[in-house]
């Protein structure tokens, strides 16, 4: 099973965790014949499967985050009856967040609520360093179906934690409109920073 070195993630909910930092360290190695910047990266063991399942769709690599996640999560399951999945900003072949999701789901016995739509199009926040432009990013942009959450103990579920601007907005919105019981806050990874 893939090693993980579950680090603390702080925000609005009741407890947070990430399974692992994403990456250990990241060196500028100059540019490429393309015009590209190229760093050498080295990722944590989850963070390395994460980047195998976000960007080579390698469903094996799925199956290793799940079983590292459920073995993680086991002994809290007392603390959620839901697994709610952030929804995802951009479209790709295999959604991360929503695969590993149902996956950690279907071996918990925990259902996974479809219940966050979002309202217009999300803008990817990797890029936006500047907290007012995020907040003002996400402020109505999702929606929750309150009789899928009202009252239950909601894991908020996302696959790379980085500010928690999103989760934050989310929380609020399941605890407000939602009116769920308790929100906790669970992803595989984050970054070494907040931005």
Known sequence: MAKTN???INGKWQSGIALDVHTLSSTYMGV??????????????????LYRLKYKGDMAAAQEITDAAVAYLKPQLSKFDLIVPVPPS???????????AKGIGAKLGVPVADCLTTTRAATALKGVLDPAKRKELLDGLHAVDTAQTKGRKVLLFDDLFRSGATMNAITDLL??????????????TRTRSNQ
């Open 90 to 100: 951009g479209t790709r072949a295999v959604q991360p967040v929503i695969t590993l």
């Open 6 to 8: 579950p680090q603390k």
């Open 32 to 49: 490429n014949e393309f015009g590209h910047e190229v760093y050498d990266t080295k990722r944590s063991e989850i963070g390395e499967l």
């Open 175 to 188: 605890t407000t409109k939602g009116k769920v019981a308790a929100v906790r806050a669970f992803t595989i």
